[in-house]
């Protein structure tokens, strides 16, 4: 039996999340000796490293999602230290969304098994990511309560310092990524650290950090080419004045001391209370599909222009406060299961609200002509990122740590494979045309070699043109592939909708009557 789904659970009584083989596999004495973050420069881990990082996530994210709106970004303060805590379902692309838009660099905490796996680990040294062992792997035997307490303390130490310094920070307090429609309990991590970061500021006379909620928002979150919003919300003020002066005089020595349990608490409390809202805060997502059903018709019957991902979830938020009548709540519940089932939502009710929607003219021809960039440069993509793809897929269907976790194989293998593979495959391709090209001087009258002039130094130009070249097609086919996977989903959203919408045409006259 795997590890995770042995039924273990905590002293609250509340099960044990699922271990994947990864985190079931505890590599201490590598924990122990992994990087520390450095605090005095802009980078708490490799500069180089990390811009770079950055950079090839944000590639990654802007290619991921089909729609990416930021908003709130202005309630961050910018002259001292943030916390960021958010709910969390959507595996390591919760952090990254964070990451990205935020306008710090991070100190970054993550379960242990991301500083010590193959690839994944190298970059999480590089990042200064500082592990941190669960109740879940401690409770299970992964290591001895001692060792925890030391490596815990640590990290939580470090990250402290680094929100102290200045830095962001983000930690998850639900404490692993899930698949409900609600938080589930908030354990103590996020605000231990954070109180030890206003005891460290406190006594280094710095400015008290912040800690900031932040509702993640994914349409459908284990989809590619998904729709996203990130808001941040108003941050909470630590009770700066009421740290003890033995938690200041220890945390500001450096040295690891619990910060009280009633201030713990307490900050606990205030971030359940603002992070609730920005979560669809349901018993089940059935009543998310309802809702948005009830939405978009409404909106429709209004006449206004087709709502964002951003203003339909302000939209159901709004729903969960002033709820519609029973009788529409139950058709709703209807629609929205059903459409639920073939992958659609209230977004595919047509404009008149009596059926589904049909083909769009305009819609088909812009479809048509995105399909032409991916077909052309197929041949590049299957050389570039077919493997990536490929085993991204299979990986992220077949991972041991359930749904939400899909997505971080999809973005990891499209980060890695294209940073990887994609300067190996140019410098084999420049080396091949190099060895070919007398052969296509001849056939074609082309010599791309000596295109520059004969000299040895325009010839070392001409490869060097070629292997930029070839970066530059590969990075085009990946824009083609995710603008041509955004036409193929739509025909087979529009294919799903002419099967079911016959079977749902009463039903939504019937709801179009009650909104009325």
Same mark, same amino acid.
């Given at each position: 039996?795997?590890?995770?789904?042995?039924?273990?659970?905590?002293?609250?009584?509340?099960?044990?999340?699922?271990?994947?083989?990864?985190?079931?596999?505890?590599?201490?004495?590598?924990?122990?000796?992994?990087?520390?973050?450095?605090?005095?420069?802009?980078?708490?881990?490799?500069?180089?490293?990390?811009?770079?990082?950055?950079?090839?996530?944000?590639?990654?994210?802007?290619?991921?999602?089909?729609?990416?709106?930021?908003?709130?970004?202005?309630?961050?303060?910018?002259?001292?230290?943030?916390?960021?805590?958010?709910?969390?379902?959507?595996?390591?692309?919760?952090?990254?969304?964070?990451?990205?838009?935020?306008?710090?660099?991070?100190?970054?905490?993550?379960?242990?098994?991301?500083?010590?796996?193959?690839?994944?680990?190298?970059?999480?040294?590089?990042?200064?990511?500082?592990?941190?062992?669960?109740?879940?792997?401690?409770?299970?035997?992964?290591?001895?309560?001692?060792?925890?307490?030391?490596?815990?303390?640590?990290?939580?130490?470090?990250?402290?310092?680094?929100?102290?310094?200045?830095?962001?920070?983000?930690?998850?307090?639900?404490?692993?990524?899930?698949?409900?429609?609600?938080?589930?309990?908030?354990?103590?991590?996020?605000?231990?650290?954070?109180?030890?970061?206003?005891?460290?500021?406190?006594?280094?006379?710095?400015?008290?950090?912040?800690?900031?909620?932040?509702?993640?928002?994914?349409?459908?979150?284990?989809?590619?080419?998904?729709?996203?919003?990130?808001?941040?919300?108003?941050?909470?003020?630590?009770?700066?004045?009421?740290?003890?002066?033995?938690?200041?005089?220890?945390?500001?020595?450096?040295?690891?001391?619990?910060?009280?349990?009633?201030?713990?608490?307490?900050?606990?409390?205030?971030?359940?209370?603002?992070?609730?809202?920005?979560?669809?805060?349901?018993?089940?997502?059935?009543?998310?599909?309802?809702?948005?059903?009830?939405?978009?018709?409404?909106?429709?019957?209004?006449?206004?222009?087709?709502?964002?991902?951003?203003?339909?979830?302000?939209?159901?938020?709004?729903?969960?406060?002033?709820?519609? $009548?029973?009788?529409? +709540?139950?058709?709703?519940? =209807? !629609?929205?299961?059903?459409?639920?089932?073939? /992958? %659609? &939502?209230? @977004?595919?009710?047509?404009?008149?609200?009596?059926?589904?929607?049909?083909?769009?003219?305009?819609?088909?021809?812009?479809?048509?002509?995105?399909?032409?960039?991916?077909?052309?440069?197929?041949?590049?993509?299957?050389? $570039?990122?077919?493997? +990536?793809?490929?085993?991204? =897929? !299979?990986?992220?269907?077949?991972?041991?740590? /359930? %749904? &939400?976790? @899909?997505?971080?194989?999809?973005?990891?293998?499209?980060?890695?494979?294209?940073?990887?593979?994609?300067?190996?495959?140019?410098?084999?391709?420049?080396?091949?045309?190099?060895?070919?090209?007398?052969?296509?001087?001849?056939?074609?009258?082309?010599?791309?070699?000596?295109?520059?002039?004969?000299?040895?130094?325009?010839?070392?130009?001409?490869?060097?043109?070629?292997?930029?070249?070839?970066?530059?097609?590969?990075?085009?086919?990946?824009?083609?592939?995710?603008?041509?996977?955004?036409?193929?989903?739509?025909?087979?959203?529009?294919?799903?909708?002419?099967?079911?919408?016959?079977?749902?045409?009463?039903?939504?006259?019937?709801?179009?009557?009650?909104?009325?």
């Amino acid at each position: 039996m795997k590890k995770g789904f042995d039924g273990a659970r905590d002293h609250h009584g509340d099960l044990l999340p699922e271990l994947s083989a990864s985190a079931s596999r505890m590599k201490y004495e590598k924990l122990v000796n992994a990087p520390l973050p450095t605090f005095e420069k802009n980078y708490p881990g490799s500069p180089i490293f990390m811009e770079l990082g950055y950079f090839m996530l944000r590639r990654t994210i802007n290619s991921q999602f089909r729609t990416f709106e930021v908003t709130g970004t202005e309630k961050i303060p910018t002259d001292r230290g943030s916390m960021c805590s958010a709910w969390h379902t959507n595996g390591l692309v919760d952090p990254v969304t964070i990451f990205l838009s935020h306008p710090k660099k991070f100190v970054v905490g993550g379960r242990h098994d991301l500083v010590t796996r193959p690839i994944l680990g190298f970059w999480a040294r590089k990042f200064a990511v500082q592990p941190v062992v669960r109740k879940a792997e401690l409770l299970r035997g992964g290591c001895s309560e001692e060792e925890a307490n030391y490596l815990n303390g640590r990290s939580l130490l470090n990250l402290a310092t680094g929100i102290s310094h200045g830095f962001g920070c983000a930690l998850f307090p639900e404490g692993t990524s899930h698949s409900e429609s609600h938080l589930i309990r908030l354990k103590t991590g996020p605000f231990r650290t954070v109180l030890a970061a206003a005891a460290h500021a406190k006594a280094n006379d710095r400015k008290p950090p912040m800690l900031i909620p932040i509702g993640l928002h994914f349409r459908t979150r284990h989809l590619f080419r998904t729709d996203a919003w990130i808001e941040y919300g108003d941050p909470i003020e630590l009770p700066h004045e009421e740290l003890p002066k033995e938690l200041v005089d220890t945390i500001g020595s450096g040295d690891w001391r619990e910060p009280p349990a009633d201030l713990v608490t307490g900050l606990r409390d205030q971030l359940k209370e603002k992070l609730e809202p920005m979560t669809p805060n349901r018993d089940t997502f059935s009543e998310v599909h309802r809702d948005g059903v009830i939405a978009h018709m409404k909106r429709k019957l209004e006449n206004k222009p087709e709502l964002t991902w951003r203003e339909e979830v302000l939209e159901l938020r709004r729903l969960k406060n002033e709820p519609e $009548s029973k009788e529409i +709540q139950d058709v709703a519940t =209807r !629609i929205g299961d059903r459409l639920d089932e073939s /992958g %659609l &939502d209230g @977004r595919d009710i047509n404009s008149s609200c009596d059926g589904l929607k049909g083909v769009s003219i305009l819609g088909a021809a812009i479809n048509f002509l995105k399909l032409i960039p991916f077909v052309l440069f197929l041949p590049i993509l299957v050389l $570039s990122m077919g493997w +990536q793809i490929a085993l991204g =897929r !299979i990986l992220g269907d077949k991972t041991d740590e /359930g %749904l &939400d976790a @899909r997505t971080s194989y999809h973005m990891l293998f499209g980060m890695f494979g294209s940073m990887l593979w994609w300067p190996i495959l140019a410098t084999i391709l420049t080396i091949l045309t190099l060895a070919f090209n007398s052969s296509i001087d001849s056939e074609f009258g082309l010599d791309i070699i000596a295109m520059f002039g004969s000299e040895l130094w325009q010839k070392s130009i001409s490869l060097v043109t070629v292997w930029t070249i070839l970066m530059f097609s590969f990075w085009l086919s990946g824009i083609s592939f995710a603008s041509g996977w955004d036409a193929v989903a739509d025909f087979a959203r529009w294919r799903r909708r002419s099967k079911i919408n016959h079977s749902l045409k009463q039903d939504i006259l019937k709801l179009r009557d009650l909104l009325n």
